[in-house]
């Protein structure tokens, strides 16, 4: 083993860094806060906004309509920033449309080339969500034009590689991580 990690040292390869995937418990905490913000806060601030429009649309007095179009504009921006905050910590879109779009939707609002590779066979509930989970923070890690390719083989023995270039010609890294999956 010593003379393998001498040769690595030597030879300058790297190894794939290993990634971190999220434990069920985890996975299920950060859905139940995604939906908490979206069906709360999310819910709340886009019907004020709807409110603010049909103020201004009514009011006869410009200097009124100006200042609720301004509050409108700013209550737009906070949900903006709500959403944002929302698929950070669990992309809708991966409880919705299922690994591959969600997947394909995360890396499309990351500004990421995607390469995906994933299994013929239809992963359970929990199993894409914590890969979905691992792939997508990885995402949100690199720099919009970013070009990454993503494996992810197995039934039981869940097995994702992802590698990835940034922009500007840099060298590829790869990633790995293996989840136990019921």
Known sequence: ???????????????????????????????????????????EISALALELGMIY??????????????AQRRVN??????????????????ASAGLGPG???VAERCDLRLLLDLPQVELG????ARVGLLIADH??????????????????????SITDQKPGGEARRAHRAVLRCA
Not at 2 to 8: G, L, Y
Not at 57 to 64: H, L, W
Not at 125 to 128: D, E, F, G, K, L
């Open 1 to 43: 083993m010593h003379r393998f990690v001498r040769w690595i040292r030597r030879s300058g390869a790297v190894l794939p860094t290993p990634l971190r995937p999220p434990d069920r418990a985890t996975a299920r905490q950060r859905y139940r806060l995604e939906r908490m913000l979206h069906d709360g806060a999310v819910a």
């Open 125 to 128: 509930s929990q199993t894409r």
């Open 103 to 105: 997947l394909r939707a």
């Open 139 to 160: 995402f949100h890690t690199l720099p919009p034009g970013s070009v990454v390719r993503v494996r992810v083989k197995g039934r039981r023995i869940i097995r994702v």
């Open 57 to 70: 649309d009514t009011t006869r007095d410009e200097a009124v309509a100006g200042q609720v179009e301004t």
């Open 77 to 94: 921006g906070i949900l903006d920033d709500l959403r944002s905050v929302e698929s950070w910590i669990y992309p809708p879109v991966l």
